[in-house]
């Protein structure tokens, strides 16, 4: 049995995070950290979490988790794993980042798009950019820190990474139009354009111009590609509570079919048990995995532009986050990939 600690527990990702950890068979969590809830049993707080037997919310201290914990998932915002990880790693701690602190190998890029310095930019080498799907596994042998990808770059590279690989695509072509449930926005956020009045029977784009998965994305795509990729990204916030539907467009070097195509992605996708890749002609929904560890993926070839079309669809929450935070902690653990974790979804 291994001994777990969630920091930022109380927040949508860390709250999944123990729904599902709770089930794991062996994963024992024995520490739950919040900064603003210390002494509180965490179903006060989340009322779906009664009847588990959970520690009380304390404070973070390193020297506790390393007491109490063989492993630390970090659940908080971008910022914090970057100023206290380095502390649990000294500690011997193996450390899961759920933020987006340790994902961009350069660390020009992070105050590029994040508009801060790294300042724990050492660790970055040390990192393993953990897509399992796309992360070769002896990567984590001897890995003690994990980047957890975002969302949105889940969706888009699962799509994608097939088609890079094959060389078959313009580089330089690529769309991708997604589309989030709220959930992704995260629990603490208050303003105006999140209540429930502004989102019901409402659909709209956001950071079009600029949004920050988008060098995380290209720095996935680059390694199957092995030349620059830049994409043309744009997220949507539609009104759904769980949820990301990615449609990624690429143009095509030479004349493909869609037979072929799906028979790379099959190929390519055999041996991952969280990856479906339908059959032709059938496109995935967000509500066919909603609370599910899986990714699944449909896709075709528009012979009169030729341009690939591929539709990947994912729980944000649980393979957009926590669960594939659990995925990665069975690879670094040496357990199987799928350990207590949910293939099916939730129907109705």
Same mark, same amino acid.
């Given at each position: 049995m291994?001994c777990?600690?969630?920091?930022? =527990?109380? %927040?949508?990702?860390?709250s999944? @995070? ?5 089930g794991h !068979?062996?994963?024992? /969590?024995?520490a739950?950290v919040?900064r603003s ?8 707080l ?6 588990l ?5 304390s ?6 988790l ?8 970090l ?5 914090f794993a970057?100023?206290?990880a ?5 500690r011997?701690?193996?450390v ?5 602190d ?8 992070f ?5 801060q310095?790294?300042i724990?930019?050492?660790?970055l ?8 799907e ?12 994990i980047?957890n ?5 889940? =969706?888009? %590279?699962l799509?994608?990474?097939? @088609?890079?690989q094959w060389?078959v695509?313009e !580089?330089?072509?690529i /769309?991708?139009d997604?589309?989030s449930?709220?959930?992704?926005a995260?629990?603490?956020r208050v303003?105006?354009?999140?209540l429930?009045?502004?989102?019901d ?9 600029r949004?920050r ?5 290209e720095q996935t795509?680059q ?21 990301i ?13 869609a037979?072929?195509l ?8 055999r041996d991952q048990?969280?990856?479906v890749?339908?059959p032709l002609?059938?496109y995935p ?9 899986r990714c699944?993926i449909?896709?075709t070839?528009?012979?009169?532009t030729?341009?690939a079309?591929?539709?990947s ?9 926590a ?5 990665n902690?069975?690879?670094?653990l ?5 350990t207590g974790?949910p293939?099916?979804g939730?129907?109705?």
């Amino acid at each position: 049995m291994h001994c777990v600690g969630v920091v930022g =527990a109380t %927040g949508y990702t860390g709250s999944e @995070l123990i729904r599902l950890l709770s089930g794991h !068979p062996q994963a024992q /969590i024995t520490a739950l950290v919040s900064r603003s809830e210390v002494g509180k049993p965490i179903h006060r707080l989340l009322s779906h979490l009664h009847g588990l037997t959970l520690p009380t919310l304390s404070a973070f201290d390193p020297d506790t988790l390393a007491a109490q914990c063989d492993l630390v998932f970090l659940a908080g915002e971008t910022g914090f794993a970057m100023e206290h990880a380095p502390a649990l790693l000294r500690r011997g701690l193996k450390v899961i980042d759920l933020s987006a602190d340790f994902r961009l190998k350069d660390p020009a890029l992070f105050v590029d798009w994040y508009g801060q310095a790294h300042i724990s930019a050492e660790w970055l080498a040390e990192a393993i950019y953990g897509l399992p799907e796309l992360t070769p596994t002896d990567a984590y042998k001897n890995a003690q820190l994990i980047a957890n990808p975002g969302c949105y770059p889940t =969706a888009a %590279g699962l799509a994608l990474a097939p @088609l890079m690989q094959w060389g078959v695509a313009e !580089p330089d072509s690529i /769309i991708i139009d997604a589309k989030s449930g709220v959930s992704g926005a995260g629990r603490s956020r208050v303003s105006v354009e999140y209540l429930f009045t502004e989102l019901d029977e409402n659909f709209r784009a956001y950071g079009v111009d600029r949004h920050r998965h988008t060098p995380e994305i290209e720095q996935t795509l680059q390694v199957f590609s092995k030349c620059p990729v830049r994409v043309r990204f744009t997220p949507h916030l539609a009104p759904m509570t769980r949820g990301i539907l990615c449609t990624a467009y690429a143009r095509l070097r030479k004349p493909v079919s869609a037979e072929t195509l799906h028979a790379h992605y099959a190929a390519f996708y055999r041996d991952q048990p969280f990856v479906v890749v339908r059959p032709l002609g059938e496109y995935p929904a967000t509500r066919e995995v909603c609370g599910s560890n899986r990714c699944d993926i449909g896709l075709t070839v528009d012979t009169r532009t030729q341009t690939a079309v591929v539709i990947s669809v994912i729980d944000n929450l649980v393979k957009g986050a926590a669960g594939q935070a659990i995925q990665n902690m069975n690879l670094l653990l040496g357990l199987p990939q799928t350990t207590g974790l949910p293939t099916a979804g939730i129907s109705p």
